[in-house]
């Protein structure tokens, strides 16, 4: 089972970035994508990004052009740059480690504690 760590959250004006780091560890399955969701008080997680392993990336449409989803593989590390951050971007963010199944992402890990991210107008 994989363990993931989410870290790099914080308070930013908006119009500002953050780069938020997934850290996985544990065992690994081949095959896997990582994904970004987030979460904003009464509302359902919702995915932001994904990465295939073989690094195709796939954003929400909210996100397009402003986010970034990356990995470091010989650190196991997975990263979301965030630019021109908005207020709606509020949200505590969780990575997930999954695959790809008839096009749609199964995530296959628990969830961590995410990191919150704060957007001020």
């Known amino acids: 089972q994989v363990q993931l760590v989410e870290s790099g959250g914080g308070l930013v004006q908006s119009g500002g970035s953050l780069r938020l780091s997934c850290a996985a560890s544990?065992?690994?399955?081949?095959?896997?994508?990582i994904a970004w969701y987030r979460q904003s008080p009464g509302n359902k997680r919702e995915l932001v990004a994904t990465?295939?392993?073989?690094?195709?990336?796939n954003y929400v449409t909210s996100v397009k052009g402003r986010f970034t989803i990356s990995k470091d593989s010989a650190k196991n590390t997975y990263y979301l740059q965030m630019n021109s951050l908005k207020p709606e971007d509020t949200a505590v963010y969780y990575c997930?480690?999954?695959?790809?199944?008839?096009?749609?992402?199964?995530?296959?890990?628990?969830w961590g504690q995410g990191t919150q991210v704060t957007v001020s107008r």
């Open positions: 990465i295939s392993s073989g690094g195709s990336t």
């Open positions: 997930s480690a999954g695959e790809f199944q008839s096009g749609s992402y199964l995530g296959k890990s628990d």
């Open positions: 544990g065992s690994t399955f081949s095959g896997n994508a």
